[in-house]
Each structure stands twice: as structure tokens, then as C-alpha cells.
């Protein structure tokens, strides 16, 4: 059984718990000014220890806050997707990206992608560990329904509209 098994949590967020999310996505752009919003990921309310989110972006700005361009293999996808495009990692459509098949390079990249992206989601966490409590979202073991934990908030994706 896995820990989310025995822990509940009650789905209905107040206004204040809402706001606790926005406050940490508005102090994210603040350092990360290619991040304009977010919302619920797909499935979210099936796990209880953690909120998982996905964060709306500007992928010209990703590209100019991290000195890059879009990678033209990728362009016609990112300038044609009428739905938006997304990624679980932030540079994933830039050139940097050397979209080979020679597996030091790829590894290379994908280290990179994976860090760069893995220093904003704990960016995020960080502020989310840090808010008062009023905006905060707690979880509890089914055993001990008196201990609050609070959750972890964990980005998925990253999309534009």
C-alpha cells in the first residue's frame, strides 16, 4: 500500500489555500518572468500528499531568460500547435537541444534540461514549504487523523495557451 493509502485530505480548497498557489506562481515569475500562470494537472485530486500543478509559460521568454532560441526542428510544432505545447521539462524545444541520437550528447542535454528545470520545481516547493499556514493545504495518516502534514506542491508540466 502505498502512503497516499492511508492519508487523507479534504479536496475542497478554501480561498486562502487557492491563494497560497498563486502566491508561490506569482513569486516564481518574479524570478522566472516566463511563468504567467497555472493550473490543476489532469488527475490531481487523486493523490493526497502532494498538489500537482502545471505552470503556464511564455516559450519566447524561456528561450530569451535562458539565452537560447527555438530549435528549428521544433518549430513547426511549437508555432502550429493550436492547443498550446507543453513539456514536463523547460528546454526541451530550444536549440540547445541537439536532437541526436548519440547518447553522450543526448545524455548531456537531457542533464541539463533536468537540472534547469528540477532547480525552479524546487524553487516552487520551497516557497510552498514556507507559507503560513492560512494558505496552506495539509494532508493526514488515517492512524493518527490529529497530525497535520502539509503537502508538497510538485509541477508537472509547463504549457502555453
Known amino acids: 500500500m502505498s502512503s ?13 489555500q487557492l491563494r497560497g498557489i ?9 524570478k522566472y518572468p516566463f511563468v ?3 493550473k490543476f494537472e489532469d488527475g490531481w485530486d487523486k493523490w493526497i500528499v502532494s498538489i500537482y500543478i502545471d505552470i503556464q509559460v511564455d516559450w519566447n521568454k ?14 513547426f510544432y511549437v508555432n502550429s500547435e493550436k492547443s498550446g505545447v507543453n513539456s514536463s521539462l523547460l528546454l526541451t524545444f530550444t536549440e540547445l537541444n541537439p536532437m541526436t541520437k548519440d547518447s553522450k550528447i ?5 542533464e541539463l534540461n533536468y537540472n534547469t528545470t528540477l532547480e525552479l520545481k524546487n524553487f516552487a516547493n ?5 507559507l503560513p499556514e492560512e494558505f496552506s493545504v495539509f494532508y493526514s495518516y488515517v492512524e493518527k487523523p ?10 508537472t508540466n509547463f504549457y502555453s495557451i
Open 4 to 16: 497516499s493509502e492511508h492519508a487523507t485530505r479534504d479536496n475542497n480548497f478554501t480561498q486562502s
Open 22 to 30: 498563486d502566491l508561490v506562481v506569482k513569486s516564481l515569475s518574479k
Open 36 to 38: 504567467e500562470g497555472w
Open 62 to 75: 524561456v528561450f530569451k531568460f535562458y539565452n537560447t532560441k527555438l530549435s528549428p526542428k521544433w518549430e
Open 106 to 110: 543526448h545524455e548531456e542535454f537531457f
Open 126 to 130: 520551497y516557497l510552498y514549504e514556507n
Open 146 to 155: 490529529n497530525i497535520k502534514n502539509k503537502c508538497k506542491l510538485q509541477i
